[in-house]
């Protein structure tokens, strides 16, 4: 229970680190485009995508392991949308027919595309959060989501309710891992009977994690309270966001990507 | 029961932080045994392998009584009934609707028992523990104070009648009334069912007065060990590895510098017995 991590931050200081997060949300977005822009079939949009990715990440400084991990949990996702597209395309040449099962030139190539591009958004986004801490990230997305005040929706209040979230995500899971063990200690079985009876097991530990949660919500929301907090009017930020030569530089290049993109498309 | 422990090693994860390092100890039955250290020297890793809660990365024995916990077809049920433990702050592992069935959570968990016997169990488990049966078997355990969260909760792991019990931090939080309180019943409970007691403990005051023997932890190893007035007499340097001496070593240590020598266990009553002797031969 421990090893599980949320927010998977790598901490180090780095060109694309001290770039500003409403930037690095905004170009993980476009870069999500850019690469459902490239055309099927088209190998050098597909590899001006890689190469940014691979660039990004060698100036990000962050082990390129630590970004190929993050397609470990949708490995299934992956699989399955290309064992679909293997068994099921059936345009172009048959390279390989047993029964029923027919396997095509074209499927094959369709199922390699589908798994670069799920493996490469997954990457870009999974850059965006090794190199962006939970705070920022929660900063530049109630920043970026600010226009929607003209709206009445309360921004502020969303993106604060969103850092709590991510900030007692570690505390519960230690909690709950407690809780497991003093059930366990006292005979609690988790691992055995029929579906029923575990979901019944589990009352033990949510009940307690509920409660306790209530409690730390309401010391929170005290703590909060003695310090005067009154909401996003007339708050200031420790941090300010400032948009540096470093943002334009991120920005220049991934627009470059899209024009060269939609330039060899039309080739 | 006796737990006899060979080179314990722990560590999280596969590259991750060793939280205990070759720790070797052997407790005996009937002992009054007493952990301490400062945050994160392993205390709390250490006494989870007592009854299987954690898995040692290595280890070369691993014994509670008849059950050896290296062995895979370790009955770990049967264990945890007669291994008690007690976590820090038990109040926040209670869940059921009334006290009772909080109580009988791990009786029903353990044996197969009628309801009279479960009855007869409960009742006595939360007598034990100093609360009325009857006014309280029907309350919500959440409606109880913090004391009686925990005396409930405590109950809750006394009601199968182990033979060890383990104790996590049992007195923090609590006011000095209550601790006392909470430590007489740990002492009657000595004298009953309960062969033997581990206790981690911050409080070298409490450990002194209470521990027939103590182990001294200090970054996942054994900084010493041995019956508590030995530990404390001999010790230099216990502020290094984030420890006090109890108050009654400090004011033997200041008599000691004025020329005063005290022969005592630096329990309170005995130092003070000790300290009025010398006081009457002095005169």
């Known amino acids: 229970m421990k090893d599980v991590s949320f927010g998977q931050y790598y901490n180090t200081t780095s060109f694309v680190h001290k ?20 055309k099927e079939f088209h190998f050098y949009g597909f590899l001006a995508a890689f190469l940014f990715i691979v660039l990004t990440t060698i100036f990000s400084k962050v082990p390129f392991f630590s970004v190929l991990r993050s397609v470990k949990g949708i490995l299934f996702f992956v699989i399955f949308s ?28 369709k199922a390699g595309f589908i798994v670069c591009r799920i493996m490469m958004i997954v990457m870009g986004t999974a850059l965006l959060t090794l190199t962006t801490t939970p705070v920022e990230l929660a900063d530049g997305i109630e920043s970026l989501l600010s226009p929607l005040k003209l709206i009445k929706f309360p921004v502020h209040e969303f993106a604060l309710i969103m850092s709590i979230a991510l900030r007692f995500i570690p505390t519960l899971m230690e909690e709950t891992d407690r809780i497991i063990k003093a059930q366990k200690a006292r005979g609690a079985d988790f691992e055995s009977g029929n579906l029923i009876k575990r979901a019944k097991a589990m009352i033990p530990i949510l009940i307690p994690l509920l409660v306790s949660s209530f ?26 966001q400032r948009i540096t030569y470093r943002d334009i530089i991120g920005f220049l290049v ?14 | 029961m006796q737990i006899v422990c060979k080179n314990l090693t722990f560590a999280y994860g596969k590259r991750g932080v060793t939280a205990v390092k070759n720790l070797s100890l052997t407790i005996d039955e009937g002992e009054f045994f007493g952990i301490i250290g400062e945050t994160g020297s392993g205390k709390s890793t250490f006494i989870q392998h007592l009854n299987g809660l954690v898995k040692p990365t290595t280890c070369d024995e691993l014994t509670v009584g008849e059950f050896n916990l290296l062995d895979k077809k370790c009955d770990y049920k049967k ?54 049966y009857e006014k309280i078997k029907n309350k919500s355990p959440f409606d109880l104070s913090g004391g009686q969260k925990r005396r409930v909760a405590i109950a809750g792991v006394l009601v199968t009648k182990p033979e060890v019990l383990i104790l996590d931090e049992p007195a923090s939080g609590l006011d000095p009334e209550g601790k006392e309180q909470l430590l007489s019943l740990l002492h009657s409970l000595h004298k009953s069912f309960v062969k033997t007691i581990i206790m981690v403990s911050h409080d070298m005051n409490t450990v002194v007065e209470h521990c027939t023997k103590v ?16 530990v404390f007499f001999k010790l230099e340097g216990l502020e290094e590895i984030g420890l006090e001496q109890p108050l009654t070593g400090y004011l033997k240590k200041e008599l000691e510098l004025k ?25």
């Open chain 2, 259 to 283: 020329g005063v020598n005290i022969e005592s266990d630096l329990t309170v009553d005995d130092f003070v017995y000790n300290l009025v002797k010398k006081l009457k031969q002095g005169s």
């Open chain 1, 254 to 267: 991934l627009a470059g990507l899209i024009v060269g993109i939609v330039f060899l498309n039309g080739v």
């Open chain 2, 79 to 132: 264990l945890r009934s007669k291994i008690g433990m007690v976590f820090q702050y038990p109040e926040y592992q209670l869940f059921a609707e009334t006290v009772f069935e909080d109580v009988a959570f791990g009786l029903k968990n353990f044996a197969s028992l009628t309801k009279e016997e479960t009855e007869k169990m409960v009742k006595e488990a939360i007598e034990v523990v100093g609360l009325d």
């Open chain 1, 82 to 109: 290309a064992v679909l597209q293997i068994f099921f395309n059936t345009a172009g040449e048959v390279v390989f027919s047993w029964k029923f099962i027919t396997i095509t030139d074209k499927g094959l190539l």
């Open chain 2, 215 to 230: 182990a001294l932890f200090n970054k996942g190893e054994i900084y010493c060990s041995g019956r508590p007035s030995e």
């Open chain 1, 19 to 38: 770039m500003d997060a409403r930037v690095k949300i905004l170009l993980s977005i476009a870069y999500i485009v850019a690469v459902f822009l490239v």
């Open chain 1, 215 to 240: 409690r730390r919500a309401d010391e929170l929301a005290d703590a909060m309270d003695a310090r005067c907090y009154s909401g996003s009017k007339g708050r200031t930020k420790y941090k300010k």
